[in-house]
């Protein structure tokens, strides 16, 4: 059974950093893509930040692009997401998300976790 935990949220000032763990078990993670998403309050699932399982290259969404980092550990099955300069629209419920393949995410982004609240306010 896949079971991805999420961790690492709280409530942060923006300017300010975070970082996101995802440990992951019932599959070989290194075999597969994951990636973080968020939503928002009334908003739909966004793709943040994915990366490949192959050769490890990650891929950001333009609103993240230069403050978030994603990287993962293979040998301890863990995928993390390094958040800085963070913003009040970063905002959501961020959701760790297991690849369909190697080099490719599911379309609804499933299976993921339980998720971890990010709040940024003054």
């Known amino acids: 059974e896949v079971q991805l935990v999420e961790s690492g949220g709280g409530l942060v000032q923006p300017g300010g950093s975070l970082r996101l763990t995802c440990a992951a078990s019932g599959f070989t993670f290194s075999a597969y893509m994951m990636a973080w998403v968020r939503q928002a309050p009334g908003k739909g699932v966004e793709w943040v930040s994915g990366?490949?399982?192959?050769?490890?290259?990650?891929g950001y969404a333009d609103s993240v692009k230069g403050r978030f980092t994603i990287s993962r550990d293979n040998a301890q099955s863990m995928l993390y997401l390094q958040l800085n300069n963070l913003k009040i629209e970063d905002t959501a419920m961020y959701y760790c998300?297991?690849?369909?393949?190697?080099?490719?995410?599911?379309?609804?982004?499933?299976?993921r976790g339980q998720g971890t609240q990010v709040t940024v306010s003054a």
């Open positions: 990366i490949f399982a192959p050769d490890g290259r990650p």
């Open positions: 998300a297991k690849g369909a393949t190697a080099t490719s995410m599911t379309n609804d982004w499933n299976p």
